[in-house]
């Protein structure tokens, strides 16, 4: 849940200043991404029982600690909250996107995991429209407005937005073999999209004159990816247990990620602002099940 807010902090900075930036709007913007993310979460889990009972019987719903109804209901609420928020604080053009990632949400758990091209993208897509449910409350205007601070700002969402899109593919790459352990191919796809993604933004970033403090990050970003395939990915035949850690990391990254773009969009203070975030989800996911 915590790697969902920041997505949103970038797609937010990439067309409001920091001294624009209304705090009604950001939270609610959050909030919803939250709620989604929660929802997806555990309609996952709902539509999942019968294959956990086999795999995962630990899990909440097929060990019984909590009730199937109880699931559900969850699920909805959240659901509701999550388009209810940003049409309450913002507006038709927020619920539009919150909207159309509850569809994929739903589309994901409910069928689309089962195959393994339509299963990463619709993934890919959540994480693409989470940014711009950040962006959403400009974005209209900035389409169909002029000038070159809107497109500007057009480049800075699209670097953004399309390099989250690349990374959750590399992460589904790597998860499509999480039980069974991944071959080197898989591996290696992964470990290419995301090295060539820190290429990408590095000279993107530079080229539609990101601020330069954007590098310390994606240093940071660059760093935390070198660890974790060197400690868990280094094997030609990887096992599932190295696998779910490296995905762990990965999941947990995406924080840094976002980072990268608020810090080149807005400042060095709103980018390590954005990296608090990755606090809570380090000290839950080593002992929650992130993958």
């Known amino acids: ?48 029982i019968e294959s956990d009972r086999k795999e995962r019987p630990s899990r909440p719903l097929p060990s019984g600690k909590i009730k199937k109804e109880n699931a559900l209901l969850l699920a909805l609420l959240t659901l509701a ?36 091209v339509a299963g ?15 962006a959403s409350p400009v974005l209209v205007m900035a389409l169909f407005g002029d000038g070159s601070s809107a497109f500007s700002d057009l480049q800075n969402l699209m670097l953004a937005s399309v390099s989250l899109f690349a990374y959750i593919v590399a992460i589904m790459v790597l998860s499509r073999k999480e039980v069974a352990g991944a071959a080197g191919k ?34 940071v970003f660059a760093a935390v990816m070198i660890l974790t395939f060197r400690r868990y990915l280094r094997r030609t035949k990887t096992a599932p247990e190295s696998i779910q850690k490296a995905i762990r990391n990965m999941i947990i990254s995406i924080v840094i990620l ?3 773009f608020v810090a080149g969009t807005a400042d060095l203070f709103f980018g390590l602002a954005t990296m608090v975030f990755i606090v809570p989800a380090f000290v839950l996911g080593k002992w929650m099940y992130v993958t």
Not at 4 to 25: C, E
Not at 108 to 116: I, N, P, V
Not at 120 to 134: H, K
Not at 188 to 210: M, Q
């Open 1 to 48: 849940m915590f790697t969902a807010p920041p997505d949103v902090l970038a797609g937010y900075f990439a067309f409001v200043s920091p001294a624009d930036a209304n705090g009604i709007q950001l939270a609610g913007l959050m909030a919803s991404s939250a709620l989604l993310y929660i929802s997806g979460i555990v309609f996952n889990d709902y539509f999942d």
């Open 81 to 116: 909250g999550g388009n209810i928020i940003p049409l309450v604080t913002i507006g038709p053009a927020t619920l539009l996107f919150s909207g159309s990632l509850s569809a994929i949400i739903l589309a994901y758990d409910y069928r689309l995991k089962s195959y393994a």
């Open 120 to 134: 990463t993208l619709a993934m890919a897509t959540a994480r693409f429209l989470n940014v711009m449910i950040g």
């Open 186 to 219: 898989q591996t290696l796809a992964a470990i290419s999209i995301v090295l060539g993604l820190v290429i990408v933004i590095g000279v993107a970033g530079y080229l539609i004159d990101f601020q330069l403090v954007f590098l310390l990050f994606l240093s």
């Open 258 to 260: 976002d980072s990268i």
